[in-house]
Each structure stands twice: as C-alpha cells, then as structure tokens.
C-alpha cells in the first residue's frame, strides 16, 4: 500500500491526531500486559468481562491507527521491560483467540484495527 506523505508526517508530528492516537493505543496496550504481569486481573476464561473490556478499548484504539504505522518499538519496550513474564502466554492465546472470534463473526474483508491487533500479536 501507498504511504501519503501528510500521513507520514502526522505520524512523526508529535503534537498531531495521529500521534495522540499512537499513544492512546500504546497505553492501552501497556494497561493490558501490566494487568497480566501484576497477576489475577484476568481469569482468561471465554467471559472474562474486564479482558474483553479492555481488548475493546484496544481494538477501538486501533481504528485510530495506520497498518503502515504500527508502533513496533513502544510494543517491544512494554514486553522486553517487564520484570516477570508469569501469564503472558496466557495472554497471548486469549489476545488471539479474541482476535479469530471477532473476525469470524465480522464480513469477509479484515478491517484495518484487525490487521493492527494482528501484527501486534
């Protein structure tokens, strides 16, 4: 996909929408996996209402975002600066899971917060 120029340049403007919205999404994210590494905040079962809760703030955080524009280094510094990795392959599997429900109950073309949360699992 073509990049625009003004959507590169919102995305490196730190005062801009787009870069609210990159923070937003990366403090959502950093909520979620602080909740795991600090332990039973989520059970993980199929109706775990504050996971799913809180993946819907991530999932409405991603339809700010670009695919081309994933913020790849704010994601390896939430996972690489945790203390203990206790329950994110819990994590994980529920973030994905919660990814292939949504899509199967969804058209048959994969909207762009989708492919964000995708990339980010």
């Not at 609210?20 to 590494?37: G, I, K, P, T």
């Not at 994110?88 to 899971?97: G, H, I, N, P």
Request: charged share 25%.
């Amino acid at each position: 996909m073509v990049v625009k120029n003004e959507d590169a340049l919102n995305y490196l403007n730190a005062s801009s929408d787009e870069a609210a919205s990159v923070s937003n999404f990366v403090n959502q994210f950093e909520e979620m996996v602080n909740n795991v590494a600090h332990g039973d905040y989520y059970s993980f079962e199929e109706n775990d209402e504050q996971f799913n809760a809180d993946f819907n703030n991530l999932l409405n955080a991603a339809c700010n975002l670009h695919t081309e524009f994933v913020p790849y280094s704010e994601i390896t510094r939430i996972i690489y600066g945790l203390q203990d990795e206790s329950g994110m392959d819990f994590f994980v599997e529920a973030f994905k899971k919660q990814i292939m429900k949504r899509i199967q109950r969804n058209s048959l073309e994969l909207s762009n917060e989708y492919v964000i949360l995708i990339k980010v699992s």
